[in-house]
């Protein structure tokens, strides 16, 4: 039992350090990018599930991004009667149509007085797309 635990946290562990792909020139590289003490994955790509929440890589053209954004949220009582600091989980969706192959693009995400606020950006940090709709928040 021992040897199967001490294999399962190897495996572990040397999953969260492989490195990323090299990105294919014939797509397109979106990095997902978390601020510090936040956790920031790559979650949908057009309705289906990503497997690695590092990065996208997409074909050129129209794409729906979903990330899954979580944030710390200091306590104060209120609805949830706790003065300890919780995880709010939520999930925010981009639509870009102009993809191009080759190109990097940074998708990042911030808690501004606990409300998830989110970005892609291109190669010369301009942005490119906002998160559109309401995100789905919650303890989850």
């Known amino acids: 039992m021992r040897t199967l635990l001490a294999l399962m946290l190897l495996a ?3 999953a ?8 294919d020139p014939r ?3 979106v990095e ?3 601020e510090p003490g936040d956790t920031l994955m790559a979650h949908r790509l057009d309705g289906k599930r990503w497997n ?3 990065y996208f890589q997409v074909l050129p053209g129209k794409h729906e991004l979903e990330v899954r954004y979580q944030f710390e949220v200091g306590g104060g009582g209120g609805m949830l009667s706790t ?3 919780f995880q709010i989980t939520c999930y925010l969706e981009f639509r870009y ?4 192959a080759g190109q990097r693009y940074r998708l990042e995400a911030r808690n501004a007085a606990n409300q998830p606020m989110a970005w892609l950006y291109g190669e010369n ?3 490119l797309a906002r998160n559109e709709r309401m995100p789905r928040c919650g303890p989850f």
């Open 12 to 14: 572990s562990l040397t």
């Open 16 to 23: 969260c350090a492989s490195q990323l792909p090299e990105p």
């Open 27 to 29: 797509m397109a590289w």
């Open 32 to 34: 997902v990018t978390p």
């Open 52 to 54: 690695d929440g590092r």
């Open 83 to 85: 003065s300890e600091p």
């Open 97 to 100: 149509d102009g993809f191009s």
């Open 125 to 127: 940090r301009q942005v």
